[in-house]
Structure formats: structure tokens, C-alpha cells
């Protein structure tokens, strides 16, 4: 199985996978990798993205601050395990002035698309709506129209146009902590208007596979690889001790991605460590990027640890796709 997006990535952040480890993914002997502290006035640093950058790396990170503000900050690295994250947020230029004042911004997606980085993120406007926002240089970021109405969470794009149109995935919302939520595909031929929307997959209603019952949310931007686009996901199971965020693979179709062509009926990753299972928001693994690697296949998967610090965790595409294929719903 091959990755076809990105390109070779030498200095991904890499552990091989321990000889007694029975998972597709496998965690960091490090994490958690950036602790609350991760800036000046942090309480949390989570749900961050991270690209390939110059000769190291760059990233989007949501760090909730002493105040509970959410808000998000550029940082960069060189090996991608240790990261410098600036104090003050980022300040988007360009928007209408109508959408430009923040609200408050949080989960940000980073895909690499004809040659800038764009930015998705939950961005506040009279309720949560996706934002979206380039930059080149990870100093000045050029902020867009909002992609939806309120209200929706977890915007990502593809990174490359299929059929001649800019595809992104969602997940339509409430305005709370809401309780149900299918993942969308919507097309646009300019990154401003938004259309042809369709529906990708939904929640399983059953204990057939109820760690995905109450909602799915798309995590990083989708992997191209030879069997088709690859997703990670989020899916949530209500407990009567709340909300349990647990991490699951897709494969939807090249040429018409809201097609489903296999979905995991397992888990891949669930909160199983200390700092997964305690913290702000008790038992979340929330995926929001990963570094790929064409020439090996490795994936390195960047997540929000209990909404308090983040975690990185190593696979490769070959482990995915089988794992997907394997125990497809
Ligand atoms: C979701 C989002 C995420 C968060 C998760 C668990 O609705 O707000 O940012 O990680 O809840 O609290």
C-alpha cells in the first residue's frame, strides 16, 4: 500500500512499533510531547495541527488560556517532538470586516493545497462555524470567508482538488456540546462558496460498534494512498460519565470521497493512558494532523490528550489500511 500525497518526509518523528505491541497505532514513549504549559499563559495546549515546514515543522496549536479563552497560536520545530509556541495568538488579516472579529477559535486543520498552508478551524460567529485561512510563512495568515453557516465543527480539506473542485469534510453541529453529528463532504470551485453537499457516513446506532454512536468527526486532512482516501476520525460514545473520544480510520472512494468503500468497526485508539483518561475533559483522544512519509509509509499522528496536553503516536499506511479493510463495519 502506498502514500500518494505529500512528499518524502527523512526526519518524520519516528519509533518503530515495540515487538509486543498488538495495535495499529502505537504512542510515543515520550508523550505526552507539550504539557499545558506549552506557552506563556496556557492552561492546555491540544487539538493541534502540525505541517511540514522549511527544514523542521510548523504548527497551529489551541491553547486555552488562564482565563479559558480558545485561541490559536503559531509554533514551529525542529524534529517535531520539541516545540517553541508563541504567546500571542495568531492575528488574521484580510477577513470581510463583518466575520473578523474573534469570537473564539479552536481545533485547527492544516493541509497543504497548491502550495499554501491552509487553515480550517472552529471559528466563533454567532455560534461555531468552520474558518478558513492561508498562510506561506506561518507569520502573517490571510483569513477567508467562513465556509458555513452556524453551525459546524471539525472543517478539513482535501489536499488537492477532485474534479476540478476544493473538497471539504464536517461536521454539522448545535451550539453546545452537541450531542449527534454526521460527517459531510461540501465542494467549492474557489475556496469562498460552498455546495454539492454530501453525505459521507453517520453515527452507528447500535452496540454493533458504539464507540461511534452519539457522533463522527473528521481528524486530520485525508491521506491519499492507492486504496483510495484515507481518513482519521473521531467518534464519540455517550457514558453516564460523559462524553469517550476514540479514534477510527475510514477509506472513502479517489474520485467520489463521499463514497464509503471501508469503515472501522473497531477502534484504532482509545483513551487508555493517564493523561488521556484525566484531565480538563477526562478520557478524549482528539487526532488533528499527521505527518506522512512517502518514501516509507510512516504516519505520525499529532492528538489532543484529555483536552489538557498532546500526544503523538506512530503507524504506518500499510497498518492502517489492512487494519480498516480488516474490520470494516
Ligand atoms: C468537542 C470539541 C473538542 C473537544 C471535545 C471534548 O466538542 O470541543 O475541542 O476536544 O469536544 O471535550
Request: overall charge negative.
Amino acid at each position: 500500500m502506498r502514500i500518494l500525497s505529500g512528499s518524502a518526509l527523512p526526519n518524520i518523528p519516528w519509533e518503530d512499533k515495540p515487538a509486543d505491541c498488538k495495535e495499529a497505532i502505537w504512542r510515543f514513549t515520550g508523550n505526552p510531547i507539550i504539557g499545558r504549559d506549552g506557552n506563556k499563559r496556557s492552561n492546555s495546549v491540544f487539538n493541534s495541527a502540525v505541517v511540514p515546514f522549511g527544514d523542521g515543522f510548523a504548527g497551529v496549536f489551541r491553547c486555552d488560556s488562564r482565563s479559558i479563552s480558545m485561541d490559536l497560536f503559531a509554533g514551529f520545530s525542529k524534529d517535531g517532538y520539541h516545540w517553541e509556541i508563541q504567546d500571542d495568538p495568531i492575528q488574521f488579516i484580510g477577513a470581510d470586516k463583518e466575520i473578523a472579529p474573534r469570537e473564539y477559535r479552536y481545533d485547527a486543520r492544516i493541509t497543504l493545497l497548491e502550495g499554501k498552508y491552509y487553515i480550517t478551524w472552529c471559528n466563533g460567529y454567532h455560534g461555531p462555524t468552520i474558518g478558513v485561512a492561508w498562510t506561506e510563512d506561518f507569520k502573517t495568515f490571510h483569513q477567508l470567508e467562513n465556509a458555513f453557516l452556524p453551525f459546524n465543527r471539525n472543517g478539513v480539506l482535501f489536499p488537492r482538488k477532485v474534479n476540478g473542485m476544493y473538497m471539504m469534510l464536517s461536521r454539522p453541529s448545535d451550539n453546545g456540546h452537541t450531542p449527534f453529528g454526521d460527517i459531510y463532504l461540501s465542494q467549492s470551485k474557489d475556496l469562498e462558496f460552498w455546495g454539492r453537499h454530501r453525505f459521507v457516513f453517520s453515527t452507528i446506532k447500535s452496540d454493533y460498534s458504539a464507540w461511534q454512536s452519539t457522533k463522527v468527526g473528521p481528524g486530520p486532512a485525508p491521506i491519499e494512498t492507492d486504496e483510495g482516501w484515507l481518513l482519521i476520525y473521531h467518534g464519540v460514545l455517550t457514558t453516564c460519565n460523559g462524553f469517550v473520544y476514540r479514534v477510527g480510520t475510514a477509506l472513502l472512494d479517489i474520485d467520489e470521497p463521499w463514497k464509503v468503500k471501508y469503515r472501522s468497526k473497531d477502534y484504532l485508539m482509545a483513551p487508555w493512558e493517564l493523561y488521556e483518561c484525566v484531565g480538563d475533559v477526562p478520557n478524549v483522544v482528539f487526532p488533528c494532523a499527521a505527518l506522512t512519509d512517502k518514501d516509507t509509509g510512516r504516519i505520525a499522528i499529532y492528538y489532543g490528550c484529555a483536552d489538557t496536553v498532546t500526544g503523538l503516536a506512530f503507524t504506518t499506511v500499510d497498518e492502517l489500511v489492512r487494519f480498516t479493510k480488516e474490520h470494516s463495519v
